[in-house]
């Protein structure tokens, strides 16, 4: 079968390559671009869910290229109104340049991708059997296309999509400092700060980076132009002076930039066998949230669908799955901004002026105000996909409820090695047991006890590739529950015991279902040879 091609060579683009590859699928990613990742203000910050994933995708560095956090404070002028200590893993703030040359460098060490520079799409022609792009002066054909192409997307042109929504939702002035400041590790947002100078900006967000470097965003104010430079050498110098009893620190002032948040969302994800992923999808990054995170998410949906399509274990039908369920979480993620804006911002220049008589509002919802840069709540947390339902925001779904994204909790494999659960994910299927006592056994005394060895042939009959691994304890499951987990680490079901139909049956569904493929006829009952066939394919 052809590569799927890929057009963008940005994160999202290479992040959905490398995971295409981690499922043995090979792509020819287009870049319009030099491959060259200059240095810049630009960073993002990265959940706990989509540091994971770009670590197994090939990314190794990641952690060591990136800074965690150690806590998050919002003040107002000289008052705390929120201080919350983060754990290590739950936050990691990387400059985008960085991102970008660790992810190009995983994929020059993947054979199954061919990058290819200087090539700006120009055409695209599609019908039942695949997709052929024209690139300068070359027709490149794949299975499926993926539009990572960012938000001017050429992709989304050709396929004649509207990209709706509001053209000008925040404005800010972006420097990168490295100096000391007193509050090393932690990152806060400050409105109000005092100060002798007068400052522009009465919102300013401090976040830290690697090797002392620390991005500062300051909010304008509404209908304000960018900063000229001298201003924004004068309002960096009244923050760092307020931060330091009015005395300017020593600073090296390494890049700036002027960026407007945005809020888009393309009327389709999918036309026929072409996708959008990423910026060319959505733009979503008012009130601190990160679009970088949701593309990634994107591709993470995204990889294991085609994967199982290119394989021949799924049909057409299950990519469809893709746009309902990560096109209706930015959905709901956009509602929940909406709705959260006139609690935290000024919508008038009039209520800019008035923002100080405001503060009652900071302070109630200064919780709120947080969750979209740290990744809680409505605004930020990883989304469930239930089946036949909306994706959920709702952070209080129990870690069994179908389509929640699976705890990471250590695991065994038949072969007695030991790994955390997340590591496994993004080749195949997994089906968990939960059975406490097993770390204290040797694998040969519990591999032939119990449920395992149904288990371990109910998961070899599955059509579709999966993976048996044995947990001591996951969070509110009972001994001998069996959980099966998605590629990209979304709860399918969780079963008490082991039913080899049900099973089956939730595999099937959840790759779509298939007219080829018969369900067994009883609970004892092997694979259908056509199953068989189809799942060492994709294992092969």
């Not at 520079?117 to 299975?143: C, L």
């Not at 390494?254 to 959008?276: E, P, S």
């Not at 036949?388 to 409820?401: D, E, G, I, M, Q």
Request: proline share 8%.
């Amino acid at each position: 079968m052809d590569p799927v091609i890929i057009v963008g060579a940005g994160p999202v683009g290479l992040a959905l390559a490398l995971a295409l590859a981690r499922h043995q699928v090979p792509t020819v990613v287009l870049d319009d671009g030099a491959g060259v990742s200059p240095e810049g203000a630009r960073s993002t910050v990265l959940r706990a869910d989509t540091t994971e994933f770009l670590a197994r995708i090939g990314y190794g560095r990641v952690t060591a290229d990136g800074r965690a956090w150690t806590s998050w404070r919002t003040l107002r002028r000289n008052r705390e109104l929120l201080h919350l200590p983060l754990p290590d893993d739950e936050l990691l703030h990387l400059a985008q340049h960085r991102l970008e040359r660790g992810l190009r460098d995983a994929v020059s060490a993947t054979p199954l991708i061919e990058l290819v520079h200087d090539s700006p799409v120009s055409e695209i022609e599609q019908d039942e059997d695949g997709v052929s792009v024209h690139a300068r002066r070359t027709w490149w054909r794949g299975s499926h296309l993926v539009g990572c192409d960012g938000p001017r997307s050429t992709v989304r042109k050709q396929l004649q999509l509207r990209f709706p929504g509001r053209t000008a939702a925040d404005h800010y002035a972006v420097a990168t400092v490295r100096v000391d400041l007193p509050f090393p590790g932690e990152a806060r947002l400050h409105r109000d700060p005092h100060s002798d100078r007068a400052q522009v900006s009465r919102e300013v967000t401090a976040r830290p980076l690697p090797d002392g470097v620390w991005r500062l965003d300051w909010r304008l104010p509404v209908g304000h132009g960018p900063l000229a430079p001298d201003a924004l050498v004068e309002q960096l110098q009244a923050t760092l002076a307020g931060w330091h009893e009015g005395t300017v620190p020593g600073y090296e002032l390494v890049t700036t930039a002027d960026y407007t948040v945005q809020q888009r969302l393309a009327t389709r994800f999918q036309v026929g066998r072409v996708f959008l992923a990423g910026d060319a999808a959505h733009l979503l990054g008012a009130l601190g949230m990160q679009n970088l995170d949701e593309g990634l998410r994107d591709a993470d949906n995204l990889a294991w669908k085609l994967a199982l399509v290119w394989h021949n274990c799924a049909t057409e039908r299950l990519l469809t799955t893709y746009q309902q369920e990560r096109r209706s979480s930015v959905i709901a993620r956009l509602r929940a901004v909406d709705q959260a804006m006139p609690l935290l911002e000024p919508a008038t220049p009039l209520l800019e002026a008035r923002r100080s008589v405001l503060s009652g509002s900071l302070r109630r919802n200064a919780t709120l105000l947080s969750d979209g840069t740290l990744g809680r709540g409505r605004l930020g947390a990883a989304p469930a996909y239930p089946e036949r339902n909306r994706p959920s925001l709702t952070p209080a779904l129990s870690p069994t409820s179908p389509g929640v994204l699976v705890p990471d909790v250590p695991v065994v494999t038949p072969d007695g090695s030991t790994d955390r659960l997340r590591a496994r994910l993004g080749r195949g299927f997994l089906v968990v047991l939960v059975a406490p006592g097993t770390g204290v056994w040797a694998v040969e005394h519990w591999l032939g006890a119990g449920l395992m060895p149904q288990l371990s042939e109910a998961t070899r009959a599955l059509p579709l590739p999966a993976e048996l691994l044995v947990t001591e304890d996951y969070p509110s499951a009972p001994p001998h529950t069996v959980l099966l987990i998605r590629p990209d680490g979304h709860l399918v079901a969780a079963l008490r015991g082991c039913r080899p139909d049900d099973l089956w049956a939730l595999a099937d569904r959840a790759r779509g279902g298939s007219a080829d493929l018969p369900t067994p006829r009883s609970a004892g009952a092997a694979r259908p040879a056509d199953a068989r066939v189809a799942g060492d394919r994709a294992r092969a």
